[in-house]
């Protein structure tokens, strides 16, 4: 019997531990100097490829379904932050921003691809950064696969004051993809987004 309630309280005190660690708020906070680890949730039917939970208060995943804006609109997110360009959401199936504007939440559309008409900017990074210092509620910045988003995320957590590495290894854990993949001009979107070079980026 003592052991069994030893067990317990371990299991109890894990939980607490857990919760505590995600129940961070990201939102509306002048800097950051940790972050919770990203929590993997299941896409299927909700995102194409990546879905995750940081915090108490953001998301970050690739394009979403209908059912997927419902079910956010439900977990209480106020705003979406979309960063695919306009031909790619010709590709889409529904009309994004109407069925966000339906449902009674922000759409701020951010569109990157790295190009010359939608080139990867601090000015971007700079966007993002009063969506998240002014949003009423809880945020999801969403791309295709969540590649974008994790640069445009991993780059908002060093302006913040996360550490580098701290803050690469997070964005790794979504789908930072940097050892793999890279702008057209040789350096990584986080780097683009910040204006700098970033240390042991695509170096992992």
């Not at 505590?20 to 950051?32: D, P, Y």
């Not at 690739?62 to 609109?73: C, F, I, N, S």
């Not at 000015?123 to 002014?134: G, Y």
Request: hydrophobic content about 45%; aromatic content about 8%.
């Amino acid at each position: 019997m003592l052991k069994r309630y030893s067990i317990a309280i371990a299991f109890v005190a894990t939980l607490l531990a857990t919760g505590t660690a995600e129940s961070q708020k990201l939102v509306r906070q002048e800097s950051i100097k940790s972050v919770p680890s990203p929590v993997l949730l299941e896409p299927t039917g909700m995102f194409q490829d990546k879905y995750a939970r940081v915090g108490d208060d953001f998301f970050i995943a690739g394009q979403p379904t209908e059912k997927a804006l419902r079910e956010m609109k439900a977990q209480g997110v106020t705003t979406i932050v979309n960063l695919r360009s306009p031909s790619e959401m010709e590709r889409v199936g529904f009309d994004e921003a109407k069925l966000i504007a339906d449902l009674g939440m922000k759409y701020v559309y951010l569109p990157v691809r790295g190009d010359a008409q939608f080139p990867y900017t601090p000015e971007t990074l700079a966007k993002f950064t009063e969506v998240m210092r002014s949003a009423e509620g809880k945020v999801l910045l969403h791309c295709t696969v969540a590649w974008r988003a994790s640069h445009l995320w991993g780059a908002y957590l060093i302006q913040q004051g996360v550490p580098v590495a701290d803050a690469l290894t997070h964005a790794r854990a979504i789908n930072l993809m940097d050892a793999h993949r890279m702008d057209a001009s040789g350096r990584q979107p986080i780097e683009l987004f910040l204006g700098r070079s970033v240390p042991g980026v695509g170096k992992p």
